[in-house]
T-cell receptor, first 116, second 116 residues
Framework: DGGITQSPKYLFRKEGQNVTLSCEQNLNHDAMYWYRQDPGQGLRLIYYSQIVNDFQKGDIAEGYSVSREKKESFPLTVTSAQKNPTAFYLC???????????????FGAGSRLTVL | AQSVTQPDIHITVSEGASLELRCNYSYGATPYLFWYVQSPGQGLQLLLKYFSGDTLVQGIKGFEAEFKRSQSSFNLRKPSVHWSDAAEYFCAVGAGYGGATNKLIFGTGTLLAVQP
């Protein structure tokens, strides 16, 4: 079955360490997204990519970095510059084009990062 | 700028009772509107979407939503709630055109509790 796989499910990090969250999709979607979720704040967009080797900053990109070397993969690195990284991170993808299907997001199960 | 407001942070209903979750949006053109549901520690699942046409849309799990342009609203309804509906519900708005804006703006969510 097609879908989005995020790993790890849970991750603990010491302050000052960089960590990378994995996101892989087999839906043949061109666009991929990273959202951060905090209690009471909904989902906030970190980065998104509409095509391989291209990505754009979202609303809260500071302290994060991404790469898009393959269509299937969109890893997120949480750097030591992110001051409050403890959160639930969600990866999503959407179909190609600019029509209605391109706005329908399919989500992974999320990764919970805790900074100790 | 686009925005989404979910005025109810937390709602409790009795099993078998009807449900309405409110969503108001701000957008300069005809928006694409969505409702997603999230179980604890999981990703988001699409319940239903509105792109155009009939303003009453049907979704999965017996949910429906009505687009009211005059009120800038897209409220979610279910005639009879089941205990398994307990979850967090997110309303989202997206641009319907333009390759650079294939991303959604989410509300802060409404947490639904179902009591026996």
């Amino acid at each position: 079955d097609g879908g989005i796989t995020q790993s790890p499910k849970y991750l603990f990090r010491k302050e000052g360490q960089n960590v990378t969250l994995s996101c892989e999709q087999n839906l043949n979607h061109d666009a991929m997204y990273w959202y951060r979720q905090d209690p009471g704040q909904g989902l906030r967009l970190i980065y998104y990519s509409q095509i391989v080797n291209d990505f754009q900053k979202g609303d809260i990109a500071e302290g994060y970095s991404v790469s898009r070397e393959k269509k299937e993969s969109f890893p997120l690195t949480v750097t030591s510059a992110q001051k409050n990284p403890t959160a639930f991170y969600l990866c999503a993808s959407s179909a190609p084009g600019t029509g209605s299907g391109a706005n329908v997001l399919t989500f992974g199960a999320g990764s919970r990062l805790t900074v100790l | 700028a686009q925005s989404v407001t979910q005025p109810d942070i937390h709602i409790t209903v009795s099993e078998g009772a009807s449900l309405e979750l409110r969503c108001n949006y701000s957008y300069g053109a005809t928006p694409y509107l969505f409702w997603y549901v999230q179980s604890p520690g999981q990703g988001l699942q699409l319940l239903l979407k509105y792109f155009s046409g009939d303003t009453l849309v049907q979704g999965i799990k017996g949910f429906e939503a009505e687009f009211k342009r005059s009120q800038s609203s897209f409220n979610l309804r279910k005639p009879s709630v089941h205990w398994s509906d307990a979850a967090e519900y997110f309303c989202a708005v997206g641009a319907g055109y333009g390759g650079a804006t294939n991303k959604l703006i989410f509300g802060t969510g409404t947490l639904l509790a179902v009591q026996p």
